[in-house]
């Protein structure tokens, strides 16, 4: 239909709608009486091309084929949307078999005709009138709806919890960040003054040295100055021939010089002096001995774990250091052969803490543990020491209870019982105790890689370093050593 394929051709573009008793001005274009009957009365020019309008433009006759059109293109309009909702009604049947939709597939979920319910695609199927699966599904999404309110609820309140936790991890960060930069300021501030305070000492003795050196530089100049004088006057009176003038020009000024005197030699009573600048170990060391200086300064340093036992055959160092072997009781002890495994214990106390060490023996593999507690004991705050390991093929480093094994390659924890994944030999094992967070790290203390952290260690009471080595019968030349700084 002309009507429906030229519908803009056939709207009032004042209300645009197909015209309603369209007109057409002299300038050509057309409008809606009554729309350019209110245009006309307040501007007195057309809408689109602005050209006047004279007063009795409003009284021009219809455009009858205009209207025509437009009335057909309005019942274009209505049949379209008549036809557009027998297409709704129809899309209620089966689009397969063209009958009414009347069950509902439990199995597939989606609606069927009595044909569809008989057909091998839903054989074996479960089916239920639309009505009863309608009842039946609402009721479950009732109830989901409650169940999915109780569940908005949970969430949101985790939701909540877990936006407070990324603002404290952000709160601690910038601690952390304040406290980072606070040290390394300190650091930075002890750098900066040591490297003036040697800097200084360098100008000081230089100002020495050359201040030396020019002294003896100004002696060698005025006896050169002197020498070259007595040589241009020596010149001058020897070229006299006349004995007598000869000897009163020479004794005016030298009355009282002999030659030997005047003549002896200077460079002699002079010596280069070379003064060396030298730092001492500054000079080729700086950099150890300054770190040396910071351990002295760095708050808070590494802890200086000190060890004590009574048994004879575990030795102590003098500084409480090293923890080895002495074999004199083993090698004098009688086994007795209906005991396989055998253990001396001892007990220290320092202060109101005992202090326990043990040594284990097995008369069939001749091998032999000692362990051993720190003095120090651990309440509160942080902590960090070393443990030399060295080459050992089983230790045990850590709290009590708490503690790294190494044995055979193998990396194990107390609280897991589990190997670690971790492949590295470090020679010394760093251990970190934070109280607070009752967590237990262990790194290699060579590059400070990471090797595991104990979460929510037992800290109910103060806590000690514990140690544990294996030996065998001869006496102990590699000791487990605790690291000081």
Known sequence: MASAFFSEDLTCSICLTIFTDPVTLLCGHSFCRQCITDIVNTQHQCPQCRAAVPTEGTCLPTSHILKSLAEKAKE???MKKEHGHEKAEVAELCPEHEEKLKLFCITDQQLACIICRDGERHEGHKFKPIKEAAASVKKELEMGMENLSDDICATESLANTQREEIRKTKEKSQQLTTQICR????MHQFLRKREDEIRNDLKRKEEEAVEKMSQTLDAM???LSESKELEGKVTSVLEMKDPESFLKSWTENNSMMTPEHLFRPRAKELQVVNT????????SHL?????KEMLQVIQPQAEELSLISDSKNITVSDDGRNLMYSPEIIQSRQYSPQYRQHSIYSQHSMGSMPQYYETTYSEVTSERYASACSTNEFTSGQHYWEIEVGKREYWKVGVKNNYLSYNKQKYVTSSQDTELTFTGRPQKIGIYLDCLSEELSFY???NMSHIHTMGKCLMSEPVAAYFEYKFSKAADHNPLRVCWF
């Open 76 to 78: 274009a309009e209505k």
């Open 276 to 283: 060396s600048l030298c730092l001492g170990p500054y000079e």
């Open 183 to 186: 040290q390394f300021e300190e």
């Open 444 to 446: 290699d203390a060579e």
């Open 221 to 223: 100049e005025t006896a």
């Open 287 to 291: 950099q150890f001995f300054i770190w």
